[in-house]
Nanobody, 125 residues
């Protein structure tokens, strides 16, 4: 079974930066794209960004373009989310997820078969 393990969350002041990591193990050949989602308290889980393992094509939620950057290291089976200029409204549990979808851009939860346990990001004002 594919396993995804996030790390790098924590407490940061507004304007600061954090880099999240997501390490994939197991039959990772089943994953075509890796995404990040986040869920703030009392809210639904929202799409953040996605990257394809092959080619590295990326796509972001419109509201996060310019502040967040998704990248990957294929040799390490690891995906990163660099978050800059953080705001209190970025506070959430951040999840990485793996999608087997090949025919379209996976931006919805149901596009993903594999999920990490989540990592808390808290941005103080």
């Amino acid at each position: 079974q594919v396993q995804l393990v996030e790390s790098g969350g924590g407490l940061v002041q507004a304007g600061g930066s954090l880099r999240l990591s997501c390490a994939a193990s197991g039959p990772t050949f089943r994953i075509v794209a890796m995404g990040w989602f986040r869920q703030a308290p009392g809210k639904e889980r929202d799409f953040v960004a996605v990257i394809r393992w092959t080619g590295g094509n990326t796509y972001y939620a419109d509201s996060l373009k310019g502040r967040f950057t998704i990248s990957r290291d294929n040799a390490k089976n690891t995906v990163y989310l660099q978050m800059n200029s953080l705001k209190p409204e970025d506070t959430a549990v951040y999840y990485c997820a793996g999608s087997p979808v090949t025919s379209y851009r996976p931006i919805f939860e149901h596009d993903y078969d594999y999920w990490g346990q989540g990592t808390q990001v808290t941005v103080s004002s």
